[in-house]
């Protein structure tokens, strides 16, 4: 069973950037991998997803503010999160997409403040 280990989230003031990286235990290649969110009480959200061979594809609520890319030589995906928002506060995840093929990993707090 591939191991998630998301890292790269933290406290910035709203207009600031986060990358965020997701490493996985072993190979990503064949996999579509995407980015979620959460915050309490509601559902995991998709942020951003990416296919084994690029063509990204994002939410609504973050397109033009972040860019999802992967190193499959690595077995890595990133989130380059800009212009943040407060509205943007919650624990990131990343797993496959659409279905969650992989354990979940523990996630990255990103809080964004006023």
């Known amino acids: 069973q591939v191991q998630l280990v998301e890292s790269g989230g933290g406290l910035v003031q709203s207009g600031g950037s986060l990358r965020l990286s997701c490493a996985a235990s072993g190979s990503i290649l064949s996999n579509y991998m995407a980015w979620y969110r959460q915050t309490p009480g509601k559902q995991r959200e998709l942020v951003a997803r990416?296919?084994?061979?690029?063509?990204?594809n994002y939410a609504e609520s973050v397109k033009g503010r972040c860019t999802i890319s992967r190193d499959n030589a690595k077995n890595t995906v990133y989130l380059q999160m800009n212009n943040l928002k407060p509205e943007d506060t919650a624990v990131y995840y990343c797993n496959t997409y659409p279905v969650f093929l992989f354990s979940w990993g523990q996630g990255t707090q990103v809080t964004v403040s006023s």
């Open positions: 990416i296919q084994s061979g690029g063509w990204p």
